[in-house]
């Protein structure tokens, strides 16, 4: 399918001037494609242990709680380098911290310990609500399905208007060729190549 709407993806949230939001991460210390790999969902949690309630290649939102100290409750603070193991362990594909919620800026732990897993992580600042990441993706997902069903329906119309000319096999698969962008052959029973578009050269 030729490419139509952005990919729903990390880099692409992070090209939105709407939602500010700051790559903590250097480029270097990540993996290849870490920015670019699909996002299917976003969701929030402070949870210090998330994964039970988490999908593959998620993006994970929070406010940082889970690494302050409750003196109320006595409870220590979420180490960072588990934390993020166990995101990466259950294929979150990175890490939003909101900032200025409890704390201004990211923990110096969280930023080494993502650095560490190569997972990305961003800065949201308190202006940006969560919801507006998660709804940004999801748009972003709706409008690539969308665009998908336009060029189904669009190559369809076309291949079959091929389909009714003279030449129809052949204008058939040259049509195929053109609109899915890859070559295109058709072999007869004896498994004889009789047709390839596009046409070698010479």
Known sequence: MPATDPQPTLRSLLGR?????????RSSDLPPDALDAPLRW?????LADPTPFLADDLLLLTTGTQFVPDPRTRRAPTAAAPYVARLRGRGVRALGFGTEVVRDGIPPALVAACRDAGMPLFEVPYRTPFIALARANAEAI???AYARRIWALSAQRA???AALRPDGLAATGAELAKQVGAWVGLYDAAGVLTQSHPSPGP
């Open 159 to 161: 291949i079959a208007l």
């Open 142 to 144: 709706a409008a690539q």
């Open 42 to 46: 976003v969701h929030s949690s402070d």
């Open 17 to 25: 001037s709407d939602l500010a939001l700051r790559l903590a991460s």
